[in-house]
């Protein structure tokens, strides 16, 4: 059964930035919460009960989350009911935890915890459960699926490890499990102990799988698999399809031994061929069109098919990029634009047409490229959202909205989201657009866009494609000489318009600026806290286009690609050759930088048209080369 507007928990890879000045109407809020750290129970209550806001449950989470007491059980109890599941709940809940551990209270802690990934908090609640008369069965069962893990656990697990281990529950199976999961991706550092669990006959082989984790190149010396064992063929497996990325010749030989050595199963060999073929290509190596022929055909997935259809494109092999997508269904638009584009070259004008002609229907890159190369208008395909008042009103009333609104407005962006992403997650696909449409009319830009496109609604082009801070932009634009649909698009593009944005490259802001390139343009130092300022953010990232243009020769399309991934590394991308601009777009090595030089030029389009200009924007790729 569905709920309805409680509040919205999962994380949006978002990080936080300031604390706006708040306005009047949550200073009464602010001081409450303030009060809240170090106010007795009485004074608690007396602010709380005075307080008409709509953040008031964080008033109450503050306090219970520094002064938890058993005095107080059933209150807190209810606070945990009532914003069960909700972002409120876990703080309090974890301190409440912790309180009830430290008092020794095992019924309370078991009565009060909840499934969680802090395994910190399972073991403690596995142990008290044993303690008061559990089955032990069904106790050591959950706990193997906590020991069966590439990670460490904390001290609090050790008790019930030893406990599962004493009774038999520690298989050979399960410790070379662990091993597996510890090497292939997890804490390698566990396997020098793992090792002494295995029979002495075998802990040879987590040496073997040390050494080929931390030294890939170390799994093409078939002197090390002295057994020819399964478990030694598991790790020379796991070990050339690592070295195939450091040193393709080499693990390409080692595959030649160890298909031979070892009896694999059609399904361990479709994953050899499906890793070779796509670190092959990846790289152009000469053999990649071989490698992508070996794997088998459910293997195939568009993530594959991509970088054979760049193999194709880079030989020019028309004919075969025909026979690869002719008769297949659900062609992605840029299979089918390229399809066209090798029929064309073929001689077959009339087919190629055809497909172009659908193709150019679609609000898309390659949509608007096919729209460029028949000379057809532009079509936004744009839907208004239509939400009766009824609905807004309930959505705008529901208290998780109004938390995440007042959130959004203290600017604790990180917060809002939390209640935004728990509202969106709990209520129907009306509710969602209804809050959609509310949050854009206090530009809260992003969580309008995710929420829309986690919703697969995508004609809703005025939601999605806002004019967020558009004087800003057109201001600073103006000031650098760029176009203002470009540099719009460009921050629709890193950041969705969300202010607090910051990627795991640490790149800050509106336009995702790395201090460093900030710091340039400036000609002076930036504070990372300005950074997150729209307009210092737009200032200095319209700056950075310019920059870009003028060292890339006027060229966009280059500019665009060096704002993702680095003008040095555009310039080794540039071929001896020249190419046509839209080959060479589809060619880029780094597949984020490929997608992203697309994106930014569709989103171009849109903002290009509803500023209501007219004109196609990708016309020029057309006529442009690159290199030579």
Not at 189 to 206: D, I, R
Not at 274 to 282: D, E, K
Not at 332 to 351: F, I, M, T, V
Not at 506 to 535: C, F
Request: proline share 4%.
């Amino acid at each position: 059964m569905k709920t309805h507007f409680l509040g919205w928990t999962a994380a949006v890879f978002i990080f936080p930035f300031c604390t706006a000045q708040a306005n009047d109407k949550h200073d009464a809020f602010l001081a409450a919460e303030k009060q809240a750290h170090y106010s007795s129970y009485s004074k608690f209550k007396q602010l709380t009960n005075a307080l008409d806001h709509p953040l008031k449950p964080y008033v109450e989470k503050v306090y219970w989350q520094r002064h938890p007491n058993i005095k107080h059980q059933s209150e807190i109890e209810a606070f945990l009911n009532i914003y069960q599941s909700t972002p409120l709940e876990w703080p309090v809940r974890k301190a409440w935890l912790a309180y009830l551990k430290r008092q020794n209270k095992k019924a309370a802690y078991i009565r009060n915890y909840r499934t969680t990934s802090n395994n910190e908090l399972t073991c403690t609640y596995l142990a008290y459960q044993l303690d008061l008369g559990a089955p032990v069965q069904a106790i050591m069962n959950q706990v193997t699926q906590l020991w069966v893990v590439g990670e460490s656990q904390p001290k609090e697990c050790d008790g019930l490890f030893r406990l599962w281990r004493d009774k038999g529950y520690m298989t050979e199976s399960r410790v070379w499990q662990r091993i597996t999961l510890a090497a292939q991706g997890g804490d390698h550092s566990l396997l020098p102990y793992l090792k002494t669990l295995l029979p002495k006959s075998e802990q040879y082989l987590a040496d073997l799988y040390l050494k080929v984790r931390r030294d890939p190149s170390a799994s093409a010396g078939l002197y090390r698999y002295k057994k020819q064992s399964l478990k030694e063929g598991e790790i020379a497996l796991y070990g050339v399809r690592r070295l195939v990325w450091r040193d393709k010749e080499l693990a390409l030989k080692a595959w030649q031994k160890l298909e031979n050595m070892f009896t694999y199963s059609a399904e361990d060999k479709a994953k050899v061929y499906y890793t070779f073929a796509l670190a092959l290509a990846s790289s152009g190596h000469q053999q990649a069109r071989f490698w992508l022929n070996k794997v088998p055909k459910d293997k195939q997935n568009n993530k594959l098919m991509q970088w054979q259809l760049g193999n194709m494109l880079k030989a020019q092999d028309w004919s075969g990029i025909i026979a690869l997508f002719t008769g297949k269904d659900n062609l992605s638009l840029g299979q089918q634009y390229w399809l066209a584009y090798s029929l064309n070259k073929r001689g077959d004008g009339e087919r190629a047409q055809a497909i172009w002609q659908a193709v150019a229907k679609e609000r898309d890159y390659y949509g608007f490229l096919a729209a460029a190369r028949l000379g057809l208008p532009i079509s936004l395909n744009n839907q208004e959202l239509v939400i009766s008042n009824k609905l807004l009103q309930e959505v705008s009333n529901a208290p998780g909205f109004k938390r995440a609104k007042a959130l959004y407005e203290l600017a604790r962006y990180t917060s809002a989201r939390r209640e935004w992403n728990y509202l969106t997650d709990t209520s129907t696909k009306e509710e969602k657009l209804a809050a959609s449409k509310l949050a854009a009319e206090f530009d809260w830009y992003d969580s309008t866009i995710f929420t829309l496109a986690k919703l697969g609604e995508w004609n809703y082009v005025e939601l999605r494609f806002p004019f967020a801070f558009q004087s800003l932009f057109e201001n600073y634009s103006k000031r650098n000489h760029i176009d203002v649909a470009w540099s719009i698009a460009i921050s629709r593009r890193e950041s969705s318009f969300a202010p607090d944005a910051r990627s795991h490259a640490n790149a800050h802001g509106l336009m995702q600026l790395l201090p460093s390139t900030a710091n340039y343009m400036n000609k002076g130092s930036v504070s990372t806290r300005r950074l997150y300022q729209p307009k210092t953010n737009i200032r200095l990232g319209t700056h950075y286009l310019e920059y870009l243009k003028k060292k890339n020769h006027g060229n966009e399309v280059l500019a665009t690609a060096s704002y993702n991934a680095g003008y040095h590394r555009i310039k080794r991308w540039i071929p001896e050759q020249a190419m046509p601009a839209e080959l060479w777009i589809e060619l880029i090595p780094y597949s984020e930088t490929r997608n992203y030089v697309k994106n930014v030029f569709a989103y171009r389009q849109v903002y290009h048209t509803r500023l209501g200009r007219e004109g196609n924007i990708l016309q020029p790729i057309l006529a442009m080369k690159m290199g030579g």
